[in-house]
């Protein structure tokens, strides 16, 4: 079946960084576009991140200039480095993306979600 896998997170202390993997398998050719989410407890849920079909990115203000996307087309892989990691950081990190199938349909799909706690 179609799916993301996420890996990467841990706790990490403050000014520390990390690396987060979004990677597709099953029945998905290409992954097209990505969005990265964070949820806090108590919290709503905020978009930290995006990156197009080709290697253009954007990034939530708290989090510009500390974090970059990049992608692996060979490995169906989107990558989310984290530098510079902040307490305000700790949550669970969603990549939810637009994925073209093998048969050239258009599928969204959600990893697993993967906790990072940021803390001394």
């Known amino acids: 079946q179609a799916q993301l896998v996420q890996s990467g997170g841990g706790l990490v202390q403050p000014g520390g960084s990390l690396r987060l993997s979004c990677a597709a398998s099953?029945?998905?050719?290409?992954?097209?576009?990505m969005d990265w989410y964070r949820q806090a407890p108590g919290k709503e849920r905020e978009l930290v991140a995006a990156?197009?079909?080709?290697?253009?990115?954007n990034y939530a203000d708290s989090v510009k200039g500390r974090f970059t996307l990049s992608r692996d087309n060979a490995k169906n892989t989107v990558y989310l480095q984290m530098n510079s990691l902040k307490p305000e950081d700790t949550a669970v990190y969603y990549c939810?993306?637009?994925?073209?199938?093998?048969?050239?349909?258009?599928?969204?799909?959600w990893g697993q979600g993967t906790q990072v706690t940021v803390s001394s």
């Open positions: 939810n993306a637009d994925c073209i199938t093998i048969t050239g349909s258009l599928q969204t799909l």
């Open positions: 099953g029945s998905i050719f290409r992954i097209n576009t």
């Open positions: 990156i197009t079909s080709g290697t253009s990115t």
